[in-house]
């Protein structure tokens, strides 16, 4: 795949004084940490000075120091007139946001830097990668978007089928436990009997009159036996 173009422009000739030149050297082994340092001191002795800014600013690139790059190209975009070297500027700040994926600023610089110097190749080569790559993930993010969205529905359509499942084995187990219940309460209680008349069955009152008209019966009968039995005494007696 190919890459962006991340080459930095960079001033290594008449900076002005000694410090900017020894920064220079500094930059050029790869000492960036010594190079912004005497950057930032050459700045002080000439702070007008647009192109040791605008060193300053790679090498904070380097540094992946980017907040303070672009102030610094900002900074430098602001203090120079001619046209090449404010798309210069643009240019650096395009491939910062171009190293963060941030597509759609490095596009918009890009852009700038080729209204500024329509003849700088790599400027021209850099605004049409970065188009493409800001498509690609602009299709990427659709489909991140469109996995996410089926994945939160079959979620929300799996949560849903748990709840409805769950809602009926709660349905069905208050359904047992109520029968059971009724089971439980319809074995504890005796069925209540409805009284039965027993025709047999006399009152008290009617036994003790039986009772007593038997005993007058019986009181009767042994009187009458007692009269008969003398009488056939009488009747049949001997003389001895």
């Not at 962006?4 to 422009?9: H, K, S």
């Not at 978007?145 to 709840?163: A, D, E």
């Not at 006399?202 to 003790?208: C, I, L, R, W």
Request: net charge positive; aromatic share 8%; proline share 3%.
């Amino acid at each position: 795949m190919k890459a962006l173009f991340l080459i930095l422009f960079l001033f290594l000739n008449h900076t002005g004084n000694d410090k900017a030149r020894q920064a220079n050297k500094a930059y050029k082994q790869g000492n960036y940490a010594k190079a912004e340092e005497m950057y930032r001191t050459a700045l002080k002795a000439d702070p007008n000075n647009a192109k040791i800014l605008f060193n300053l600013g790679n090498t904070l690139v380097k540094e992946k120091k980017y907040g303070d790059a672009l102030s610094t190209f900002d900074q430098y975009r602001h203090m120079v007139k001619k046209p090449d070297l404010i798309s210069h500027a643009d240019y650096n700040m395009g491939n910062i946001y171009a190293s963060q994926k941030k597509w759609d600023k490095a596009l918009s610089l890009y852009r700038n830097a080729l209204k500024l110097n329509p003849n700088d190749p790599q400027a021209k080569y850099n605004y049409e990668l970065a188009y493409h790559k800001q498509k690609q993930q602009q299709k990427k993010n659709k489909r991140k978007n469109k996995n996410n969205k089926n994945s939160k529905n079959n979620k929300n359509k799996k949560n849903k089928n748990n709840r409805n499942k769950q809602n009926q084995n709660n349905n069905k187990n208050k359904s047992g436990k109520n029968k059971k219940n009724g089971q439980n309460h319809n074995q504890g209680q005796k069925p209540k009997q409805k009284p039965q008349s027993n025709p047999n069955k006399m009152s008290k009152a009617d036994a003790n009159q039986i009772l007593k008209a038997l005993q007058n019966k019986e009181k009767n009968l042994l009187e009458h036996f007692k009269k008969k039995k003398t009488k056939s005494t009488k009747d049949n007696g001997k003389d001895w």
